[in-house]
């Protein structure tokens, strides 16, 4: 079963930048869709943007034209470079295929993100 390791979270300025990676325990080649989903205190999980093996991205209204989501097939690897960083970008990001692999180990910890002056 493929299991999912998020990092890059970190603490930063509004308007600040900061690159998320993903990495899997096994070959997301087989995975039509990948995607990043993430999580605000009080709030259900939802999902931030994803992308398919032929290159389709899709992302939510609330990020569009600030981040972008791209994977290394071959280095079973997704990314999420996000820009112009807003407060309410602040939650915990998680990765997995869209739509997620459920069950034990499907999700991973996620990496936080923390946008602040």
């Known amino acids: 079963q493929v299991q999912f390791v998020e990092s890059g979270g970190d603490l930063v300025q509004p308007g600040g930048s900061l690159r998320l990676s993903c990495a899997a325990s096994?070959?997301?080649?087989?995975?039509?869709?990948m995607g990043w989903y993430r999580q605000a205190p009080g709030k259900q999980r939802e999902l931030v943007a994803d992308?398919?093996?032929?290159?389709?991205?899709n992302y939510a209204d609330s990020v569009k034209g600030r981040f972008t989501i791209s994977r290394d097939s071959a280095k079973n690897t997704v990314y999420l470079q996000m820009n112009s960083l807003k407060p309410s970008d602040t939650a915990v990001y998680y990765c997995?295929?869209?739509?997620?692999?459920?069950?034990?180990?499907?999700w991973g910890q996620g990496t936080q993100v923390t946008v602040s002056s």
């Open positions: 997995n295929a869209r739509p997620p692999i459920m069950g034990s180990g499907s």
């Open positions: 096994g070959s997301i080649a087989s995975i039509y869709a």
């Open positions: 992308t398919t093996r032929g290159g389709i991205t």
